[in-house]
């Protein structure tokens, strides 16, 4: 018995060796995304399982994994339980081992280790079982998307029904791109061998998809004669660790998997928006407040109170010849879209920028990702007031980030962003989902 244990285990071996080296290597994967018109959310279809499906899912940059719900519809003869204190259990720290008292199927079986999936647009998290199963996406040279690629054993959390509410009508789980072990960007670049960047680019429209890219660049965008690569002319700031975990549930001592950058002064027009003792608010402290993350999940930029007040009064102030019309709900600032220029980086008001480590190095937003058009006639400053008990002091939201490109280099730890792609006369629609394969 223990010989032919020991054979099985083998060959078990000497599968799963040969199916994970495969003959192709991608340099970098490519997805589109698009952008849901009720919830403002990102998504992105990632096909999984076997026979495969289409799974559509909630783009979370900051989120520790893959969570599917794998209560409805979950089909798949691929689909493995991660056993307790399994490597994979130890990849993605888990801390704990569960049971199930219902009859097996995919999120319910035994001495499988788990994690807490989270939703953070609702604020919950509950327990679900760690497993693996096939996934698959194009490679990409960075121009088209290429042949595509199958990651046979991928890491994810099964959730539950209830833990989809508030997420947009069809999606079925959340990508989470966060830093972690096991986020879809880890696990692509340990499969491949590939660096350990990705990048995304949110498109405005909610008609024409942006895209995510996984790997390093080139990121080609269609532009008039020729594309251009859009990696190569960023900024770069640090990315910064929040030492203690922003999720809805964690464990004590768990970093945050969420992208967090250094924001030292807010200009407006180029002038400094004074902020004085609310400065201390765009650190974090040692229970893991303040800061500036960035959030996909957040449809637009959420500041606390102080930090709101006083860049929506600098603002209004620069632009008091201009009449305000009244505020159209969630915004406070608006104005009769008429009495503003027109730009080819959106309305012509003063430019925003966020300075980062030194005066030199800023991520400036123009009106494009400022105003926010709400019907015909009205537009409104797209920053939202947190309230006073904010955790994070400027989150940065999914509006402020659309049409440009960020780069997020783990191995790093530093983000790359290129402000405004208007300027260079393209946008995040702008790459070529027609396959070379
Ligand atoms: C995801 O799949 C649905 C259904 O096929 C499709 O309507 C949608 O456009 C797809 N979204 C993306 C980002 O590819
Ligand atoms: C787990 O084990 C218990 C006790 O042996 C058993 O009653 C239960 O059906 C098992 N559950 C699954 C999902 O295998
Ligand atoms: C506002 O209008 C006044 C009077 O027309 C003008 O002198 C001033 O320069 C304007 N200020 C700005 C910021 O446009
Ligand atoms: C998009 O890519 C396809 C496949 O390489 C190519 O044939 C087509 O010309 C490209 N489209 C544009 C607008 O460049």
Not at 17 to 38: E, H, I, N, Q, Y
Not at 123 to 130: K, P, S, Y
Not at 201 to 228: E, K, M, W
Request: hydrophobic residues 35%.
């Amino acid at each position: 018995m223990a010989t032919f244990s020991y054979h099985h285990l083998l060959i078990f071996t000497l599968v799963a060796v040969t199916s994970a080296a495969p003959s192709f290597r991608p340099k970098a994967l490519v997805l589109p995304v698009s952008k849901d018109p009720s919830k403002l959310q990102y998504t992105i279809n990632l096909t999984q399982r076997t026979p495969p499906v289409s799974v559509p899912l909630t783009l979370h940059l900051g989120g520790s994994y893959l969570w599917v719900d794998c209560d409805r519809n979950y089909v798949s003869s691929t689909y493995r339980p991660a056993q307790c204190n399994s490597a994979q259990c130890s990849l993605a720290d888990s801390k704990s081992c569960g049971t199930c008292n219902s009859p097996p199927r995919p999120g319910c079986n035994n001495d499988t280790c788990g994690l807490t999936p989270d939703n953070p647009i609702t604020n919950t998290a509950t327990g679900g079982e760690l497993a693996s199963d096939v996934v698959q996406l194009p490679s990409t040279d960075g121009s088209n998307p290429g042949r595509v690629v199958s990651v046979p054993n991928f890491l994810f959390t099964c959730g539950p029904t209830f833990l989809l509410q508030g997420l947009a009508k069809g999606v079925q789980g959340i990508a989470g791109l966060g830093r972690t072990k096991i986020s879809l960007p880890s696990q692509f670049s340990s499969t491949f061998s590939f660096a350990r960047k990705f990048a995304i680019c949110l498109s405005a429209s909610t008609n024409l998809n942006g895209v995510v890219f996984f790997g390093d660049g080139p990121y080609r965008l269609l532009h008039s004669p020729q594309s251009i690569d859009v990696s190569s002319s960023l900024m770069y700031t640090p990315l910064i660790i929040n030492p203690v975990s922003t999720a809805a549930a964690s464990f004590a001592g768990e970093p945050s998997s969420e992208y967090f950058i250094g924001v030292t002064a807010i200009k407006i027009g180029e002038k400094e928006v004074p902020l004085n003792k609310y400065k201390a608010l765009l650190t974090i402290d040692n229970k893991g407040n303040g800061g500036t993350k960035i959030s996909t999940v957040n449809p637009y930029t959420v500041m606390h109170t102080s930090i709101y007040k006083a860049v929506t009064n600098f603002f209004v102030n620069e632009l008091k010849n201009v009449s305000r019309v009244k505020a159209v709900a969630p915004f406070q600032v608006c104005y009769d879209m008429k009495s503003l220029p027109s730009t080819r980086v959106g309305a012509g008001v003063p430019a925003i920028d966020l300075v980062l480590q030194n005066e030199k190095v800023y991520w400036r937003m123009f009106g494009a990702n400022s105003m926010v058009a709400v019907n015909g006639d009205v537009i409104c400053l797209g920053f939202l007031d947190g309230g006073e008990n904010v955790r994070t002091a400027i989150v940065i939201g999914g509006y402020q980030m659309e049409d440009n490109l960020l780069q997020f280099d783990l191995a790093r730890s530093r983000l790359g962003f290129s402000s405004s792609l208007l300027f260079s006369q393209t946008t995040c629609a702008n790459f070529n989902f027609t396959s070379s394969a």
